[in-house]
Every structure is written in C-alpha cells, then in structure tokens.
C-alpha cells in the first residue's frame, strides 16, 4: 500500500527532537524494528521476525536522520520502503565486513565523543559516550497515533477479525493446536499481516496456560485462539472462544464474568483517564464478579501501538490515555478469556477487532450505566 507520509514522517521526527530536547541528547538510535516501523510510517526493516531489532538502525541528530544498514538490505529499503526519497540519508556497509562503528557514524555527524549524551532504544554500544536509555519514552511516542496510523489500525483490526473467522470456521474435533495455529497464520498472511503472537489452547491446557504456545494436543471440544497481527509496524490483538457442544456452566459463568471486567475496562477507556484507574476498574470488577484475587493471575493488557503491549496498566501507573490511543485489555479465568482492540476517542471507545457474526455477550459497566458487547464463546 502506496502511503503519503511526508507529514506523518514530519510530526513524528519533530516529536523524537522535543524528548531529545528534554532529555539533554545530541542525537538518538533507534533499533528496534517497532521503532523504525513508527518513525517511518510502517517500513519493514525486519527479516528476522522472531527479533525485535534487524539490520538496520537509524540516527536522529538535531537536523539530521539517517539510516544505517548493510549491502543486502540497501536495495529494497530504497526500491519499496523509499528510504532516500523520503529523505534519509543512508549509510551502507558491506556485509562481510563488521559495520562501520557506531561512534564513527556519530562523529562523521557532527556528534563528538568527549561529552555526548546518545540516546537508545536498544543495546547501547557508542564506545565511550553516555548511553541512556529512552526504550520507555520512545514507546509512549508510538503509542499517539496520528490520524493515518488510526485509519490502518482500524483496516488491520477489520482484516485480524475477518482473518480469525475464517480461522474458527476452520476449526475441527481431532486437529492438533499446531493445525490451528497454521489456519491462523495462513488467513492473517494472505491479508498481509503477520501473525506475531499465534496462541492455540485446546481443552485443559486453556485453564493451566494463559500464553499457550500450540502443541501436538488435540481439540476435543474447547479451544481458546489467540492472535496479535502486524502490518505496516501497527499490532491489534484479540483472542476467540470456541466449544463444540453445549459448554460447562462453569464456563460459562467465566465467560460472563471476564466480560463483565473487560466491559468496565472499556467503559473506563476515556481520554484523560489514567491506565491505573482502567486497573483498578478492573480488579473492582473480578471482586464483583466473585474473583477478587484472579487480576494477580496474569496482566490485565495495556496500550498497544506498535508492539502488542508498549506498556501494561499496572496498580498506581500513571500513563494517560489520550484520543486515538489503542487498547489491548485481556482478562482472563482459567478456561476464559476476553480480548480486543479499541481504539480511544472523545466520543467513546471503538471496537476494531469485532468479529461479525460472533456471538455476544452485553455486559453492563456499572459506572458509565453503558452496555458494552463483549464477545461470547463460540458453540459448534
């Protein structure tokens, strides 16, 4: 997809110099390929996909940015991700050779060793300058979406659920969860989205496991599908609930009440609020709900943008949900879960991984009075 991201490039470039300002930094490298995804408006600089930086970095001085790389990748940076004509300068290093060092790129930049101060995303290695960390303040910057990264949120949540549909419909008795793992893959990539968290839990293994990597296990009757999709650097998550045959009560029962936390998460998911109020909204609502103590199990999910989680809400946190913000809250009980992406607006929150078609379940959040549709467990 052909995008006009000159301004978008702009704003964010603009925003990286204000926290190098603020943070007293002569310039700032990013690696990590979330990092490089957002600061160029969804380039790919990844080939590893299992590694969360590539072969390519980038330097951001006060008037200058470049792109650091080598022989091989050089090519299809400049042919499709149009690293040159967006105004990059681009470093190339052959690659049978150990690159250029970082501090001899800074210096060549104007950014000397005595009394620097280099800001990282990642692994720091300038050889003798200041290194400090900004992995932290860098996330809370992917994590304010610009209104064309909102429009491809709500395209890639639109196509994670068509693509999970399709994948549940697949679903049969006897297949392996690995089987249903490829299912997912193979209806996320056909879409152009990675399946960068592909999670399959069949029967008893979905109340021991909440991250269940898929096994040779075979569905028998329950299943729990778990997907986080990646397109041009942006991640949704959402995960679907399946039963072949009436389910447990019990099940049920979870079901409802995991709706029931997920609801009042939503309904607190309001610009201005703090992601320790949605935490508390939370742990208030499994005490209602009969769990008081199930929040301790696993992270109730957090704000999403370009990783699946750039932070957590955790007990006190201060972070502020602002307008165009995506939410990925997950609460969980052994053998249930509810998840989905929102996206945070002024005039409520917004599903972007609703699943048509699915069955649901209206959850009344107690505090806004507001009903909100969660999704229920599957019956086939």
Known sequence: MKLNNDDEQLDKLVRLRELMIQRNLDACILRRTASLAWIRAGARTYVN???????????ITADRHCILTNEIEYPRLRDEEHMERAGWEV????????????????????????????????????????????GA??????????PAERTRAAALGADCAEAMLDACTDVQPGQTEQEIAASIWTHTQRRGVQAIVN???????????????????????????????????????????MHFGQPPDEIRARQRAVASVD????????????TGRVFDRARDAYAAAGYPDAWRDHHQGGVAGYEPREFLALPDAGDILADGML??????????????TIL?????PHVLTATVGWPEIHAHDPETGVTITRPDILIR
């Open 137 to 146: 303040q860098i996330a809370r910057l992917r994590s304010r979406l610009c």
């Open 327 to 340: 939410c990925s809250w997950n609460p969980s009980l052994p053998g249930t879960k509810s998840e989905d």
């Open 344 to 348: 945070v607006d002024s005039n409520g």
């Open 49 to 59: 996909t299992a590694n969360g930086e590539g072969p390519v970095s980038a330097i």
């Open 263 to 274: 609801a009042a998460m939503i309904g607190a998911s309001v610009p201005g609020a703090t």
């Open 91 to 134: 470093f190339v290093d052959p690659w049978y050779r150990p690159a250029t060092p970082v501090a001899d790129r800074l210096e060549a930049l104007g950014v000397h060793r005595t009394d620097a101060r280099i800001g990282y995303d990642g692994v720091p290695d300038t050889q003798g300058m200041t290194d400090v960390s900004i």
């Open 199 to 241: 999670l399959v839990a069949c029967d008893e293994r979905i109340h021991r496991y909440r991250h269940p990597l898929p096994t040779e296990n075979r569905l028998q009757r329950h299943a729990m599908l778990v997907l986080s999709g990646r397109r041009q650097g942006l991640v949704v998550s959402m995960t679907r609930i």
